[in-house]
């Protein structure tokens, strides 16, 4: 766990399965397991449904009578436009317009929101819009977060909190589970129908053990950290830092990539200025160095991070490759140049291990492009 100073209620049961509790965001994180396999722990939330420990996500709430306004100035979206008991994916921005950090916004009532993020820059952001303002800012690292994700996320769920089913995706609503109140959120980041259950640490264990253990028959089991990385893949969700800059960075530029680059300018909201580098924001528009694209392989062999060419130019980089043992294909999330991006464009990869591999550029996401499976209503 170096370098970790957030420490999970259930370090011992990812133990127990293995995990040597590798750092993400400052917390002690299962990305991996020694037992158990992660094409099974993917096909379970693809199929069932699998339950993954993500309290290292920041959660910082935000309350007060200028709440709305610390929101308005920190993320590219309108808090006005949440109501009590919605969410909203959203981005930050730094001065340059470049991007520092995504998050949620939960909006819980008038004056009070609570801001989900991951290791980027978010909780700095959100405390720099409070300086001078009316409003509280606390950052809470015992409010653990467990993602129980899969198609049947939601039968095994109804067992035991009422209203369930109707919750609307990207909706939240308080509840009891097992005895322990929580907070459920209809979101969560693999491209299905699942749910992010909020709750106590002292409550954690025994929440994550019960769902396990009444689970099993339903085929729901524990899933490690990276197997977020397959799922994510296919369904065009992007993990900072490792599909941005820092990661990949620009020769003799400093880190930062535009949402324009990411393909995530929709999340401003419509007409929206004043927020944190929107001036930059609009500006950059149509000055892409690169765009976020899919890839998708002739054969089975799964690259690394490998360079990516056309002729014996260089256009690129793959960011996050994966095998779908439920689609049978190789694709990948890549950095590519403008010309080559999201259109068909035949590629080499060249891969260290495997060779050069042939590739072609293609829209994302490969997997559920419609989004039915994560917005379904029944």
């Given amino acids: 766990m170096t370098n970790s100073w957030r420490f999970s209620a259930l370090m011992d049961r990812h133990r127990a399965l293995g995990s040597n509790l590798e750092d993400w965001s400052g917390m002690g994180t299962a990305w991996s397991y020694s037992k158990g396999d992660p094409n099974a722990e993917y096909m379970a939330i ?41 969410s909203l994916y959203a981005c930050m921005l730094n001065d340059a317009g470049k991007f520092i950090d995504d998050c949620i916004i939960y909006r819980f009532g008038p004056n009070s929101y609570t801001v989900v993020h991951g290791s980027g820059q978010g909780h700095e952001q959100l405390t720099m819009a409070a300086t001078g303002r009316d409003v509280s800012i606390r950052f809470d690292d015992n409010l653990h977060d467990l993602s129980l994700q899969g198609p049947l996320a939601v039968d095994y769920l109804e067992k035991h909190i009422p209203g369930v089913r109707a919750l609307p995706y990207m909706g939240h609503m308080p509840a009891m589970l097992f005895g322990k109140p929580i907070t459920l959120s209809r979101t969560g980041y693999t491209g299905e129908r699942g749910y992010e259950i909020f709750c106590r640490g002292q409550d954690a264990v025994e929440i994550w053990d019960r769902i396990l253990e009444e689970g099993a028959s339903m085929g729901i089991i524990p899933c490690r950290f990276t ?63 690169f765009k976020i694209s899919g890839l998708k392989f002739e054969d089975k062999k799964v690259p690394g991070n490998a360079p990516i060419y056309k002729g014996d130019r260089k256009v690129g980089v793959v960011t996050q490759p994966m095998y779908s043992p439920l689609n049978d294909w190789v694709v990948a999330i890549a950095r590519l140049d403008v010309d080559c991006a999201n259109n068909g464009t035949e590629l080499e990869v060249r891969c260290g291990t495997h060779g050069p591999l042939k590739a072609v550029s293609a829209p994302l996401p490969f997997y559920d492009v419609e989004k039915k499976r994560r917005t379904a209503k029944d």
Avoid: C
């Fill in 46 to 86: 693809r199929t069932k449904a699998g339950l993954m420990d993500v309290s290292g996500l920041k959660k910082v709430h935000i309350t007060g009578h200028a709440a709305s306004h610390i929101i308005d100035r920190a993320t590219t979206r309108d808090p006005e436009k949440i109501a009590p008991g919605k």
């Fill in 227 to 289: 197997t977020l990385d397959m799922l994510r893949a296919e369904s065009y969700l992007l993990f900072y830092p490792f599909d941005n800059s820092e990661m990949y960075p620009f020769e003799n530029e400093g880190p930062g990539d535009t949402l324009w680059e990411l393909g995530l300018d929709w999340t401003v909201s419509k007409g929206k200025t004043g927020f944190r580098g929107a001036e930059e924001h609009y500006r950059l528009q149509g000055k892409e160095r």
